[in-house]
């Protein structure tokens, strides 16, 4: 098991583009996040999914976001019609339980 | 609102002197508390943590001091060395409440280490 894994490490789009990130967590981990993070600040909390199950989303994800996480295993992030403001480090970690969390490099999007 | 707070943006110290890195929080519903360390172009590395029943947890050179009154944690590194240098966030959760798990992350503050 190599940890987590994120893909595209980096992503450069133009502005109303949509854009889908990858997660794989650790294969025995059910608890899968996503954060954001931008220049200057701490991760911000996303989602969460427990399995397949979505169980908590943050008023940080509009309605142009999306995330999937069929079968329990990866996820996928979706931006849809993409700002300028999307523009950060998007992280992704899993846990079995409790919050000590193993992240992902991350995916960091650039919206131009 | 910022429920996670780290003051101090930087900060720098000698090799084998003591770091400590300060954060305070807001929420008293925060029960679990960890620092993270993150380096360049990687995802934060879980470094350390403690539970609300406790006000210390010690982990070789790494010790987190929890003080529940004053709503403050802080991170001792000693003796600091120079591959400490990084990022380190301090997060917290409410793990009694649904334990979901979800993390509110602090600023961070970065740390030099000079040799």
């Known amino acids: 098991d190599t940890g987590v894994s994120q893909n595209p490490r980096h992503k450069i789009t133009k502005r109303g583009q949509n854009v889908t990130f990858r997660c794989d967590p650790i294969s025995e981990h059910n608890r899968l996040y996503w954060y954001r993070q931008t220049l200057g600040q701490g991760p911000e909390f996303l989602t969460y999914f427990q399995n397949e199950a979505q169980l908590e989303k943050s008023r940080l994800l509009s309605d142009r976001f999306s995330a999937e996480r069929p079968k329990g295993s990866f996820s996928t992030l979706e931006i849809q019609r993409t700002e300028q403001g999307d523009s950060a480090m998007y992280l992704c970690a899993s846990s079995s339980q409790g919050a000590s969390y193993t992240f992902g490099s991350g995916t960091r999007l650039t919206v131009v | 609102d910022q429920q996670v707070k780290q003051n101090s943006p930087s900060l720098s110290v000698q090799e084998g002197r003591i770091s400590i890195l300060n954060c305070d929080y807001t929420?008293?519903?925060?029960?679990?508390f960890l620092w993270y360390k993150k380096y360049p172009a990687e995802g934060p590395t879980f470094l350390i943590s403690?539970?609300?029943?406790?006000d210390k947890n010690e982990d070789g050179r790494f010790t987190v001091f929890l003080n529940k009154s004053a709503k403050h944690l802080s991170l001792h590194i000693v003796p600091s060395q120079p591959g400490d240098s990084a990022v380190y966030f301090c997060a917290a959760s409410a793990l009694s409440s649904g334990n979901t798990g979800k993390l509110i992350f602090g600023q961070g503050t970065t740390l030099q280490v000079k040799p």
């Open positions: 403690i539970s609300s029943i406790k």
């Open positions: 929420n008293s519903m925060f029960d679990y």
